[in-house]
């Protein structure tokens, strides 16, 4: 994969800003297919995170000739301004989330390699919560979101796991985007009862979802997507789901 890393302009709440944006093409011109690929958060400062990769992902969409682009949104590694914790109000933190993944993407789909007709938009942990906060708006071209152990876990002293309901049941209010969810019975994070809830509260609502809830995961299930261990549990439900919503699954490249 030819990694190219890119600082895309941002306005965020008055301030330019840029986000640092990690994009895998593969070859050729294009246009390809687009996964936006969105990535959790550490614990400590948010700039001291890692630019995320995500390669075990990368990987098998680019070998599908898939553009992934993988932005660290306000505050995280090489972005700039700061990550506000607001994680007891969940659905303002998710909102606030897809406000850098929608920067990055108005700057991704000028692009003339890019297939603005066939988009899915990714995420694992809070990077879930980002895409399921994205897909509550209407995107064009966007046609599936993939939440992957998606939330956000707050150690203050409230009810954030309400409050991850309640953002969810508000999310699936005002999507029209099919989903698609993955989470492990020993998700140390969000266990298969919060996930069942939110599952619940978004599909009550009116969003549309199918929720995987597979088993144990190694030590633990929220970082599935990250192993390549973890391919032969999401893959499969993952290629069904992109056909059903239209978008490509054929192997175009070899390892």
Known sequence: MVEQVVDVPANIGG????????IYKPPGAGPFPVLFMNHGKDGGDAHQQPRATFPVVSKEFVKRGYVV?????????GSGGTYVNSHCDAKNNGEQQANSLFFAMDYVMKQPWADQDHVIIAGQSHGGLTAIAAGSHKIAGVRGIINFAGGVNSRSHCDWQGALVDAFKAYGGSSTIPSLWFYGANDTHFGPTLAADMYKAYTSAGGKAQLVAYGPFKKDAHGM???????????????????????????????
């Open 225 to 255: 997507v990250s192993s390549p261990a973890g391919v032969a549990i999401w893959w499969p439900e993952t290629e069904r789901f992109l056909k059903s919503v239209g978008m490509p699954t054929e192997i175009k490249y070899k390892d």
């Open 69 to 77: 682009v993988i932005p660290m949104r306000m505050g995280f590694a």
């Open 15 to 22: 301030a330019q800003i840029t986000l640092q944006t990690t």
